[in-house]
Nanobody, 120 residues
Framework: QVQLVESGGGLVQAGGSLRLSCAAS????????MAWHRQAPGKQREWVAS???????DYADSVKGRFTISRDNAKNTVYLQMNSLKPEDTAVYYC??????????????WGQGTQVTVSS
């Protein structure tokens, strides 16, 4: 019914930048909060940043000042601009969204993930 597709991951040197994108498609009436999470090898998945439908944003302390989340509501897309990357930012990054698929249904969806690797 709904798909979230991430793109933009890759390999970058420490101090570099990457921009992740996540496009939602399918049976969408509206999208509430969109967020990015990440999971490093051997660690639990953690929340990174989120943006509400009214563009209120919030960030994990570990990325505050370096990452910026933004949305293009017309395109059902959320972005994560990552600057000053550190090796500890290496992880699979997942997009997450609360999507209204009907008048009475709001469901939570995940993307398949995109790998970000930061070399030292």
């Amino acid at each position: 019914q709904v798909q979230l597709v991430e793109s933009g991951g890759g390999l970058v040197q420490a101090g570099g930048s990457l921009r992740l994108s996540c496009a939602a498609s399918g049976r969408i009436r509206s999208i509430n909060t969109m967020a990015w999470h990440r999971q490093a090898p051997g660690k639990q998945r953690e929340w990174v940043a989120s943006a509400t439908s009214s563009d209120t944003t919030d960030y994990a302390d570990s990325v505050k000042g370096r990452f910026t989340i933004s949305r293009d509501n017309a395109k059902n897309t959320v972005y994560l601009q990552m600057n000053s990357l550190k090796p500890e930012d290496t992880a699979v990054y997942y997009c997450n969204a609360d999507i209204r698929t009907s008048l009475v249904t709001i469901a939570n969806f995940w993307g398949q993930g995109t790998q970000v690797t930061v070399s030292s």
